[in-house]
């Protein structure tokens, strides 16, 4: 099944379905008054480079999962440090993994940490290094975190991601002009808190597709 099949068409309206993302920044977290309140997902941060492993990435993914929550995890890129291959296989070795099970979402590449003296060109092979090596061990892409101004400036607004799943940061009411090379996005990261612990998500659907789309 095709992603655009699983998602609302830009620009009508559509059934979003409230989740959230946490790390060790959050020691406490209510996943089930999360769910209770509407959420139905959770990212969990994993790694980070090629020698951080998230130290409460066990106990939010147990927790996460007892709740009843569709969860996966993601990590966090240091372009600047390592190989894409390197750091795909360290979040792989450390709960990046991905099954069609219907409750774990592919893992997440988490873009943000500035251009780390890469050119654009150099930034654009290490996401594909990563992705291609992330496929090879999952048989599916990961999904990318980022925001319109990074992907600008970081990959010279590149077009040649959109199998990836979007994850769009903007703090905002609206998610705004998405970077090039997608049309739509999966998931919203709408706001830098969210009730029950770490920041706000939406899923760009319903809860049966995202259900789906943990399945594919």
Same mark, same amino acid.
């Given at each position: 099944?095709?992603?655009?099949?699983?998602?609302?068409?830009?620009?009508?309206?559509?059934?979003?379905?409230?989740?959230?993302?946490?790390? !060790?920044?959050?020691?406490?977290?209510?996943?089930?008054? &999360?769910?209770?309140?509407?959420?139905?997902? =959770?990212?969990?941060? &994993? $790694?980070?480079?090629?020698?951080?492993?998230?130290?409460?990435?066990? $106990? !939010?993914? $147990?927790?996460?999962?007892?709740?009843?929550?569709?969860?996966?995890?993601?990590?966090?890129?240091?372009?600047?440090?390592?190989?894409?291959?390197?750091?795909?296989?360290?979040?792989?070795? !450390?709960?990046?993994?991905?099954?069609?099970?219907?409750?774990?979402?592919?893992?997440?590449?988490?873009?943000?940490?500035?251009?780390?003296?890469?050119?654009?060109?150099?930034?654009?092979?290490?996401?594909?290094?990563?992705?291609?090596?992330?496929?090879?061990?999952?048989?599916?892409?990961?999904?990318?975190?980022?925001?319109?101004?990074?992907?600008?400036?970081?990959?010279?607004?590149?077009?040649?991601?959109?199998?990836?799943?979007?994850?769009?940061?903007?703090?905002?009411?609206?998610?705004? $002009?998405?970077?090039?090379?997608?049309?739509?996005?999966?998931?919203?990261?709408?706001?830098?808190?969210?009730?029950?612990?770490?920041?706000?998500?939406?899923?760009?659907?319903?809860?049966?597709?995202? =259900?789906?789309? &943990?399945?594919?």
């Amino acid at each position: 099944m095709k992603l655009l099949s699983l998602l609302a068409l830009p620009g009508l309206a559509y059934a979003a379905v409230q989740g959230f993302d946490i790390s !060790h920044y959050q020691s406490s977290v209510d996943y089930a008054g &999360a769910y209770s309140s509407g959420a139905r997902f =959770v990212m969990i941060k &994993a $790694t980070e480079g090629t020698t951080y492993t998230d130290p409460a990435f066990s $106990t !939010h993914y $147990t927790g996460a999962t007892n709740a009843g929550l569709i969860r996966g995890g993601y990590h966090f890129a240091r372009p600047g440090s390592s190989s894409g291959a390197a750091q795909a296989e360290y979040f792989l070795a !450390h709960g990046g993994g991905w099954t069609g099970d219907g409750i774990t979402l592919p893992g997440m590449l988490d873009l943000e940490a500035g251009c780390s003296g890469l050119s654009a060109s150099a930034m654009v092979s290490w996401i594909q290094d990563f992705g291609e090596t992330y496929k090879a061990g999952t048989g599916r892409y990961p999904m990318i975190y980022t925001t319109t101004s990074w992907w600008t400036s970081c990959t010279g607004n590149n077009g040649g991601f959109g199998e990836y799943p979007l994850v769009l940061a903007r703090w905002a009411s609206s998610p705004g $002009t998405l970077p090039n090379g997608w049309s739509f996005h999966s998931f919203w990261q709408n706001a830098d808190t969210y009730a029950y612990g770490g920041d706000s998500e939406v899923w760009n659907g319903s809860q049966e597709n995202l =259900v789906k789309f &943990a399945s594919q």
